[in-house]
């Protein structure tokens, strides 16, 4: 279960104090100004465990959150925040460099040092919170790559995930996936931080052993595509086939067989789904990958034992 703060049945006069005491659990003890206190102050935040990280989300009013040294030294475990801005334009300041982010865009901040954030006007960014003890990596060398992140060859696959990851923390982090979720995308932060780093000294490690965490990564994004396949990944991954069947064999597991399970997940949970009940089970089916109706039953029923109509109704009994 989830920490979330709605102000919206707050009484006004209680709002401020609201938003600050949330911040204080949800993400670095910081000095919480808002553009307009005496005004239209409302947030919304959630925080969500998704194994040894954080899923932070964060939609308000105008507001600034500064951290200054003082409250920096009172925390004892370095944390990387990877935030991406999904409305409003953020501002960051820390050790001396200014950045601003537009929607879309990624961020990653120590939160173990001072800063300077805000946005103005109603503004929402999610992010990714990230002990840095988790990333195996020097200290040095996340807080070098840090603000340079941009320049990684991942960056816009991270920015992604991490995007994801925000729209719909609840279900990510209460499915039966999440340790594998998590693991993957403390591996996607470490390669994207390392290959960001000018001085290269671990990115080729990183890099390799980081990328099946990066193929099931893309694979989960492109499911809904007919064509995806090991060529394709293969293509997107600079590697070879050759390479990519061989780092899927040292895991112990087939690629196909793999990305049909997830799709066959996808459907199995979209079934459930009562504003999806008018649409017709080939027509979800479809929308995962799957061309051929026959071919999707037989899979579905020798996966859960039954056929999607059978399950979909059954989901159907449940509710009632």
Not at 50 to 59: E, K, Q, S
Not at 251 to 272: M, Y
């Amino acid at each position: 279960m989830g920490f979330v703060l709605d102000t919206t049945g707050l009484p006004v006069q209680e709002r401020v104090e609201a938003v600050h005491t949330a911040m204080m659990f949800a993400s670095a003890p910081c000095h919480v100004i808002h553009e307009d206190p005496g005004g239209d102050v409302h947030a919304r935040m959630e925080v969500w465990d998704l194994g040894n990280a954080t899923i932070f989300t964060h939609r308000s009013s105008g507001i600034r959150l500064l951290r200054t040294a003082k409250l920096a030294r009172q925390d004892a475990m370095p944390v990387i925040a990877l935030s991406v801005q999904r409305r409003a334009q953020g501002r960051i300041e820390q050790r001396e460099r200014q950045q601003v982010v537009p929607p879309g865009e990624l961020l990653a901040v120590d939160l173990s040092a001072p800063y300077d954030y805000s946005w103005s006007g109603d503004g929402e960014a999610g992010c990714l919170q990230i002990p840095f003890d988790q990333l195996g990596l020097p200290i040095d060398l996340v807080r070098r790559a840090a603000p340079a992140v941009s320049a990684s060859p991942l960056y816009r696959m991270v920015t992604d995930h991490v995007a994801h990851l925000a729209r719909d923390p609840a279900a990510i982090t209460g499915d039966v996936s999440a340790a594998t979720v998590a693991a993957a995308s403390v591996d996607l932060a470490r390669a994207m931080l390392v290959s960001a780093d000018r001085s290269g000294r671990h990115a080729r490690q990183v890099y390799a052993e980081t990328l099946l965490p990066r193929v099931r990564a893309f694979t989960r994004r492109h499911l809904a595509d007919p064509d995806l396949g090991p060529a394709t990944i293969a293509a997107a991954h600079n590697v070879s086939l050759r390479r990519l069947y061989q780092a899927c064999s040292d895991a112990g597991f087939s690629l196909e067989q793999w990305i049909i399970q997830e799709r066959l997940q996808r459907v199995r949970h979209e079934l459930t789904q009562p504003q999806r009940r008018h649409l017709p089970i080939a027509a979800v089916a479809r929308r995962w990958g799957f061309r051929d109706a026959t071919h999707f039953t037989r899979r579905f029923k020798a996966r859960y034992g039954m056929t999607p109509s059978q399950w979909r109704r059954s989901a159907e009994a449940a509710r009632e």
